[in-house]
């Protein structure tokens, strides 16, 4: 099994169908707590994207059960060999899949304030900002310790050797933390 990224830019809202056939893909647990919102379609549409990356990379027809790690990470506990990562923006998806841990994270850029891009990042560029957003999410989800867990780390994210920033769509930033040896190749992006 080889690591690989998708990722799916947003352009319309779904329709019925659309929605229906892609709230199919959510694991039975998260069908149960999914609550239809402003965020909806790119849910659904990132466990889309993540079974499209299934079928492509393992030929798999179906997403298997999913359970969630004691600090809250999602994996397959049948399938302890292959692991993945979501994550989802207003108007775009991506979902990495691996032999090995991976974390995937995408942002669109949006106003930021200052105060809280100097604390956070110690940088007063918007641009800057969301590179190391996405780099400290990437690696906190590849972790299993999330953004906060990454953000008292106190490593640069930046400087992790399994990291990469991967190009998407103008207006938006994608990173993805890998365990070294895994590292993705192009990132296969798609339009809804």
């Given at each position: 099994?080889?690591?690989?990224?998708?990722?799916?830019?947003?352009?319309?809202?779904?329709?019925?169908?659309e929605?229906?056939?892609?709230?199919?893909?959510?694991?039975?647990?998260?069908?149960a707590?999914?609550?239809?919102?402003?965020?909806?379609?790119?849910?659904?549409?990132?466990?889309?994207?993540?079974?499209?990356?299934?079928?492509?990379?393992?030929?798999?027809?179906?997403?298997?059960?999913?359970?969630?790690?004691?600090?809250?990470?999602?994996?397959?506990?049948?399938?302890?060999?292959?692991?993945?990562?979501?994550?989802?923006?207003?108007?775009?998806?991506?979902?990495?899949?691996?032999?090995?841990?991976?974390?995937?994270?995408?942002?669109?850029g949006?106003?930021?304030?200052?105060?809280?891009?100097?604390?956070?990042?110690?940088?007063?560029?918007?641009?800057?900002?969301?590179?190391?957003?996405?780099?400290?999410?990437?690696?906190?989800?590849?972790?299993?310790?999330?953004?906060?867990?990454?953000?008292?780390?106190g490593?640069?994210?930046?400087?992790?050797?399994?990291?990469?920033?991967?190009?998407?769509?103008?207006?938006?930033?994608?990173?993805?933390?890998?365990?070294?040896?895994?590292?993705?190749?192009?990132?296969?992006?798609?339009?809804?």
């Open positions: 099994m080889r690591t690989a990224l998708f990722a799916a830019r947003l352009t319309r809202a779904l329709s019925a169908d929605q229906m056939l892609l709230f199919s893909c959510l694991p039975p647990e998260r069908q707590r999914f609550r239809r919102g402003a965020a909806r379609d790119e849910i659904l549409c990132a466990y889309g994207l993540l079974c499209a990356a299934l079928y492509a990379v393992l030929d798999w027809r179906e997403l298997p059960p999913v359970a969630l790690s004691d600090r809250g990470k999602p994996y397959f506990p049948d399938f302890p060999g292959v692991c993945f990562s979501l994550s989802h923006t207003d108007g775009a998806v991506m979902a990495g899949v691996s032999p090995a841990p991976i974390g995937v994270d995408i942002e669109r949006r106003p930021v304030r200052p105060r809280l891009m100097e604390r956070v990042a110690g940088t007063g560029s918007p641009d800057a900002f969301f590179r190391y957003w996405v780099a400290l999410e990437a690696v906190g989800k590849r972790d299993g310790a999330g953004v906060i867990g990454a953000l008292h780390g490593g640069a994210p930046l400087s992790d050797t399994g990291y990469s920033a991967p190009d998407v769509w103008p207006g938006y930033y994608a990173g993805v933390a890998c365990s070294p040896g895994h590292a993705p190749g192009e990132t296969r992006l798609y339009t809804v």
